[in-house]
């Protein structure tokens, strides 16, 4: 991962990375490190403890575990990822679900997606994203949000002061919190998963009327 990684630094495109080694990988399920095989099982027990309520987007979508998870409860999915090879892919793997998937850049979505959303859901991609454009990255969100939607967001919490020279950077606190500043915080969980490294969080907020 790093190779490519560095490569795509050479380059001066930060986020080439992700397409890279979606394309190199040739479909290889082994060879992306952040493919569980699974949706993740905090979405999962976010999802269950709360009803489908319209339309979600689901961010740097991958393969598609999470996008497919939340289409079999009901909810009116829209998925992106910035790698086309991944979309392609997740089409495939999920080629009877009802996701509607997309090729978009986090940094550079259509107007038409603000406040268009009940839920909006990010998992471990802030954290992949050097730290250079991840702020501008995680301020993407929170207008995603329709009224009376949700900002689910779930990744690493950072252990140290220093940052790792690569993928994935994990986020501190003051951080995890900045990304829904303008929203009401509902929780900030964190737990070890087991099987899994590092202390992990599920972040949530909601968009009321009074913010």
Same mark, same amino acid.
């Given at each position: 991962?790093?190779?490519?990684?560095?490569?795509?630094?050479?380059?001066?495109?930060? #986020? #080439?990375? *992700?397409?890279?080694?979606?394309?190199?990988?040739?479909? /290889?399920?082994?060879?992306?490190?952040?493919?569980?095989?699974?949706?993740?099982?905090?979405?999962?027990?976010?999802?269950?403890?709360?009803?489908?309520?319209?339309?979600?987007?689901?961010?740097?979508?991958? =393969?598609?575990?999470?996008?497919?998870?939340?289409?079999? =409860?009901?909810?009116?999915?829209?998925? *992106?990822?910035?790698?086309?090879?991944?979309?392609?892919?997740? @089409?495939?793997?999920?080629?009877?679900?009802?996701?509607?998937?997309?090729?978009? /850049?986090? =940094?550079?979505?259509?107007?038409?997606?603000?406040?268009?959303? /009940?839920?909006?859901?990010?998992?471990?991609? =802030?954290?992949?994203?050097?730290?250079?454009?991840?702020?501008?990255?995680? @301020?993407?969100?929170?207008?995603?949000?329709?009224?009376?939607? *949700?900002?689910?967001?779930?990744?690493?919490?950072?252990?140290?002061?220093?940052?790792?020279?690569?993928?994935?950077?994990?986020?501190?606190?003051?951080?995890?919190?900045?990304?829904? @500043?303008?929203?009401?915080?509902?929780?900030?969980?964190?737990?070890?998963?087991?099987? @899994?490294?590092?202390?992990?969080?599920?972040?949530?907020?909601?968009?009321?009327?009074?913010?």
């Amino acid at each position: 991962m790093m190779e490519v990684f560095n490569r795509s630094m050479e380059f001066n495109e930060p #986020l #080439l990375w *992700f397409e890279q080694l979606y394309s190199e990988s040739e479909r /290889d399920r082994g060879m992306i490190p952040w493919d569980w095989r699974e949706p993740h099982p905090f979405v999962v027990e976010w999802a269950r403890e709360n009803r489908p309520g319209g339309n979600a987007l689901v961010v740097g979508c991958g =393969l598609g575990e999470d996008a497919a998870f939340l289409s079999s =409860l009901g909810w009116d999915v829209t998925a *992106f990822d910035i790698s086309e090879t991944a979309v392609a892919w997740a @089409k495939q793997i999920h080629n009877d679900s009802k996701v509607d998937w997309e090729v978009a /850049d986090l =940094l550079d979505l259509r107007d038409s997606w603000k406040g268009n959303f /009940d839920l909006v859901l990010e998992v471990h991609i =802030l954290q992949a994203i050097p730290k250079e454009i991840c702020e501008a990255a995680s @301020k993407r969100l929170a207008p995603l949000v329709s009224e009376s939607g *949700f900002l689910v967001c779930i990744g690493r919490i950072s252990g140290s002061q220093e940052d790792p020279e690569g993928p994935p950077w994990p986020l501190s606190i003051e951080e995890i919190e900045n990304i829904g @500043k303008d929203l009401e915080k509902v929780e900030l969980h964190t737990s070890i998963i087991p099987g @899994k490294e590092s202390n992990r969080y599920r972040a949530v907020w909601k968009k009321t009327s009074q913010i």
